[in-house]
Structures are given as structure tokens and as C-alpha cells.
């Protein structure tokens, strides 16, 4: 079997190197030929020709082949557009030279390029949903709901739906939303999996034999309180709510650090956090590469995870709540965000706040400290993580029964159930 992964992100992203790349490679291993199509940002300044052949030797030896576009952002709609269709040419060309089986589209705009490829091909179809796109949107108040783009994004939708021979969501509610009433097939009889975001666990495995007064000695943070926050911050991303948290947890506690990991400008939290009168010894923040962050964990008592709860966010899986759990962390965190609620509750392994408010920040807290003293609770993080986020078990498995699916071959079973 082969399939074609149409990527609207460029190679090196953080994102395709920890959440498009490691899901390939799963399905290499479990017998598909995969080929990738991305869009690259500033492709003829950001590529030397050495760079390119790197890339695809590097891909070429765990069984990926690679192509790539270039990546248009303005006019947004228009570059959007030409995009769509230089990319559904694109597929449709690697389709006949490669003899493609599936074409797999990563979200609303790529999956338009497959489903113009299918139209040339007549090739399979699989609508990988990151996502409630339209809403985003709205959600993020860039677009109105009733406003021109909305309802275009809208139809699109609703065509890519129709179009599909399969289906990825993120999250058990995405699915009962989409497809009330359906189980692992839609009304018309098409496979659905739900497959969060996943992590590696072997990464966070080799951290797990690390020591973790060694680790905090090297960042000085002994005698201290760890709080660890990863990820983006702005945008759906409270930071505003995430560092009032913190502001409560210093005066709470004052052994208290906050240690920030995030690609973002460290400005956003640290400007806030000053504001609130945390001192900078007591913080810091760092971009670190990815496969440093299980170490960065090691040191923590605690995870946070502050996203805007909204319509949209139903369909999201935070890749920080896979990660925490895989390094023993319980979280705290907002409710009303995909299926992160049902998680924590079943497997006890965090706190869910319920307001945005200091008082209930700081029941929070002291909530949380009661399940620090529970011995068995970094286990079941742990567990949970492989219950849930198992990049192998769960997301590699799910994928290779959606191909099965999707082609009519043999059905392989995922090794764990989902929420289900």
C-alpha cells in the first residue's frame, strides 16, 4: 500500500518534526510506502540545494519520500487558493509516478488538494480533521461568523466531508459532533478513528532513569517547588490566566518556580509575570529543541495547561497533556478543552479548574498538593500516557487500521481502545 501525506506546513516545523514525522514512520513500519508533499516558507532563501538533499536522503532512509512546494502567504486568500491548486496538480503527478493508493490530507487545506487529486485520480481520500477550522476562526476573533470567509470555509468543509473515503479526529467529542450517533463507521458506512495527539514514550522513558535532585541541581532548582508549563503562549493560549496562576501559586507557596519552556518570545510571560510582582529568580523561561524537554520535566512537581475553552477547542488534543503524563507530572488545567476532562477524571491525574479566578486558582493549588502526596499518582501518569498518547499503541496502530480500511485490505486491530 502507498499513500501520499499532503502537509499545508513546512518540513522543519516544529509541529511536522514531533506530530506529522513520527506517525509516517509508524506507518512505514507497519508495511505502507509513504510519501509526503509540504509547503515551504520562503522556500529559495530558506533551501540551499545541500539542505534539500540532506533532508531527503535523511527521509529517504526511514522509507519517506519527499516533495515540497513552495509555501504562498499573501494575499492570504488568493495565495491560499493557488496553493491549493499547484498542490493538488503536484499530488496528482506523485499519484501517477508512485502508483498512490491513498492520498491523506492533514487538515481543511491540504485535504483540499486531495480531494482535486482524488477528482484527477481517482485515488482513496482520508480527511485527517486537526480540527474545527472554521470555527478557529471565529473563535479567535480574526473572522466573523457570518462574515464571507467563514461561510466560504464552511462550504469547503462540508464538500471535503462528502468527498472523503475516511476519517481522523482528534478527540471523541469532535466525533459525536460531526457524526452524531456513528461509532467506527459513518452513516454512509466510512471509517472513523479518533487519534489524539501522541507522543513517543521511549523519549520520556530514558528520563525516567534520570535523578531528579541531579536535574535540578544543574538548573538550580533545589529546595524548590517546581511548576512547568510547555508550549506556545498567546492566541487560544491563556497566558494572561496562566500567569495570574502563578502569581497565586508564589504568594501561596514560597518555594515556588515557575519554569516556562515554550518557542514563543519570552516577553508575553515574563511582562505579565513582573506585573504581578513575581520575582525573576523565582521563574525561567527557555526555548529548548524538542528532545530535551522529557529532561526539562524531570525537574517538576506540576504541569499546567491554560487554552481557551471555546467550541472549537472540542476538537483539540494538547500535545503538552500527553507529555506531561508521560514524564509522571499530574496537571492542572482548565476544563472544557477536548477530551482532557475525561482523562484527568478517569485516571486521577490532575485538577481541573473549573473558573478563571484566583480563588479558585488557589483551590486548585491545594488540591493539587494533596495529590502530590498520593505515591502512586507519577504511575499513573504514566499509565495514562500509555493508555491515551501511546505513539506505537494508539496513534501508529489507529493509522494502520484506518489504511486497512480505507484500501478494503486486512483490518489490523489497535492494541488499546480509545475513550469508548
Given at each position: ?26 506507518l512505514?513500519?507497519?508495511?505502507v ?31 519517506i ?39 491523506h ?28 477550522n ?91 517547588r ?21 502569581a ?61 475553552p ?41 485538577v ?69
Amino acid at each position: 500500500m502507498r499513500t501520499l501525506y499532503i502537509c499545508y506546513f513546512g518540513l522543519r516545523e516544529p509541529l511536522v518534526q514531533t506530530q506529522v514525522l513520527p506517525y509516517l514512520r509508524q506507518l512505514g513500519a507497519g508495511g505502507v510506502e509513504v510519501s509526503i508533499l509540504t509547503f515551504e516558507p520562503d522556500m529559495r532563501t530558506a533551501w540551499s540545494p545541500e539542505a534539500k538533499a540532506e533532508w531527503r536522503d535523511r527521509l529517504q532512509a526511514e522509507g519517506i519520500r519527499w516533495s515540497a512546494l513552495p509555501y504562498h502567504k499573501r494575499p492570504s486568500l488568493p495565495a491560499t487558493m493557488y496553493d491549493i491548486a499547484a498542490g493538488a496538480l503536484a499530488a496528482a503527478r506523485l499519484v501517477r509516478r508512485h502508483n498512490i493508493d491513498v492520498l491523506h490530507g492533514r487538515a481543511h487545506v491540504a485535504t483540499a488538494m486531495g480531494a482535486l487529486a482524488k477528482k484527477l485520480t481517482g485515488r482513496k481520500l482520508i480527511f485527517d480533521i486537526r480540527g474545527f477550522n472554521p470555527e478557529e476562526y471565529v473563535d479567535a476573533g480574526v473572522w466573523q461568523k457570518d462574515g464571507l470567509k467563514f461561510r466560504l470555509l464552511k462550504r469547503a468543509e462540508r464538500r471535503l466531508l462528502d468527498a472523503a473515503d475516511g476519517f481522523v479526529m482528534l478527540t471523541e467529542k469532535a466525533r459525536q459532533i460531526l457524526f452524531p450517533g456513528c461509532e467506527d463507521t459513518d452513516a454512509r458506512g466510512r471509517p472513523l478513528e479518533v487519534i489524539p495527539c501522541c507522543v513517543d514514550l521511549e523519549r520520556f522513558a530514558a528520563a525516567e532513569r534520570l535523578s531528579r535532585d541531579e536535574v535540578r541541581r544543574e538548573l538550580g532548582l533545589e529546595g524548590r517547588r517546581v511548576l512547568a508549563y510547555v508550549g506556545a503562549l498567546g492566541g487560544f493560549y491563556m497566558t494572561d490566566e496562566l500567569a495570574e496562576f502563578l502569581a497565586v501559586a508564589h504568594r501561596h507557596d514560597p518555594r515556588a518556580f515557575s519554569l516556562i519552556l515554550t518557542q514563543s518570545d519570552p516577553a508575553m510571560i515574563t511582562g505579565p509575570l513582573q506585573r504581578r510582582g513575581v520575582p525573576a529568580a523565582d521563574y525561567l523561561v527557555r526555548k529548548i529543541p524538542p528532545a530535551e524537554i522529557p529532561r526539562y520535566l524531570k525537574a517538576a512537581d506540576l504541569a499546567l495547561s491554560f487554552i481557551k475553552p471555546s467550541y472549537s477547542k472540542q476538537a483539540s488534543s494538547p500535545t503538552k497533556l500527553a507529555e506531561y503524563l508521560a514524564s509522571g507530572l499530574p496537571v492542572v488545567c482548565n476544563a472544557g478543552v477536548g477530551d482532557v476532562d475525561a482523562v484527568i477524571e478517569r485516571d486521577r491525574t490532575g485538577v481541573l479548574i473549573r473558573e478563571l479566578n484566583p480563588d479558585a486558582y488557589l483551590e486548585a493549588l491545594r488540591a493539587a498538593e494533596l495529590l502530590l502526596q498520593d505515591v502512586g499518582v507519577a504511575d499513573r501518569c504514566r499509565a495514562s500516557a500509555r493508555r491515551w498518547f501511546d505513539l506505537r499503541e494508539v496513534g501508529g496502530a489507529r493509522y494502520r487500521r484506518l489504511y486497512g480500511r480505507v484500501a478494503g485490505g486486512k483490518l489490523p486491530e489497535p492494541a488499546l481502545e480509545g475513550m469508548r
